[in-house]
Structure formats: structure tokens, C-alpha cells
């Protein structure tokens, strides 16, 4: 399994930015589909955004469809998450998921490997 690693999360003011990064070892991640969920206190996973293996095709939440953007760099082993407009609504433990040789679906129970996770918290 490949081993994934978030970071990037912080604390910022509504209207701001963050990057997150998901960094792969351990295999390459060009074999996996990636998605980023998120889980809000008392809330179940959802996903947010997905990526396909070749990065050509992504798939959106609407509540974050035109505010934020995924993006992967598979020579660095890499997935990018660009979050603009952030809203107190997007508080939550952000995940990096890789399914591997699949394409990212919604359901968490399609991948195979889990970073820990990287809060995000917004103030209004």
C-alpha cells in the first residue's frame, strides 16, 4: 500500500486561502485514483474532490465546485489541494485518500489508503 501524508492545514480568516499537499512514498502514486474528504466535528466523511490517475478528469462537491482545486504532480508523488474562498462551513479534518488502479469515487469505502488527516479550521 502506499503510505500518505497531509499537511498544509491551518487556521484562516474567511475569504483566505490554504494549500494542502498529499505526499505519496513507499509506491507511486501514478497507480492511484486520489480523492480529499473531509469530517467536520459530529459529521460523517465526505468526499470533496477527486482526481483520476493520469489527472486528466476531476470530480467536485458542489459545495466546494469553483472555490477549490486538485491537482497532482506524479512525478513528485504529489496531490495538491488549493482552496480559495474558504468559508466556515469547510472547518474540518481534511484526508488524502488513494484507491489503487480505480478511478476516486465518493464512497470512502473505495480506497485503500488513508493519510492521518490535517485540520483546517476557518473563522468568520
Known amino acids: 500500500q502506499v503510505r500518505l501524508v497531509e499537511s498544509g492545514g491551518g487556521l484562516v480568516q474567511a475569504g483566505g486561502s490554504l494549500r494542502l499537499s498529499c505526499a505519496a512514498s513507499?509506491?507511486?502514486?501514478?497507480?492511484?485514483?486520489v480523492a480529499w474528504f473531509r469530517q467536520a466535528p459530529g459529521k460523517e466523511r465526505e468526499f470533496v474532490v477527486g482526481i483520476t490517475r493520469s489527472g486528466t478528469n476531476t470530480f467536485y462537491a458542489d459545495s466546494v465546485n469553483g472555490r477549490f482545486i486538485i491537482s497532482r504532480d506524479n512525478t513528485g508523488n504529489t496531490v495538491y489541494l488549493q482552496m480559495n474562498s474558504l468559508k466556515p462551513e469547510d472547518t474540518a479534518v481534511y484526508y488524502c485518500?488513494?484507491?489503487?488502479?480505480?478511478?476516486?469515487?465518493?464512497?470512502?469505502?473505495?480506497?485503500?489508503?488513508w493519510g492521518q488527516g490535517t485540520q483546517v479550521t476557518i473563522s468568520s
Open positions: 513507499g509506491r507511486t502514486l501514478v497507480d492511484y485514483g
Open positions: 485518500a488513494a484507491a489503487e488502479f480505480k478511478s476516486p469515487g465518493v464512497s470512502p469505502t473505495a480506497y485503500d489508503s
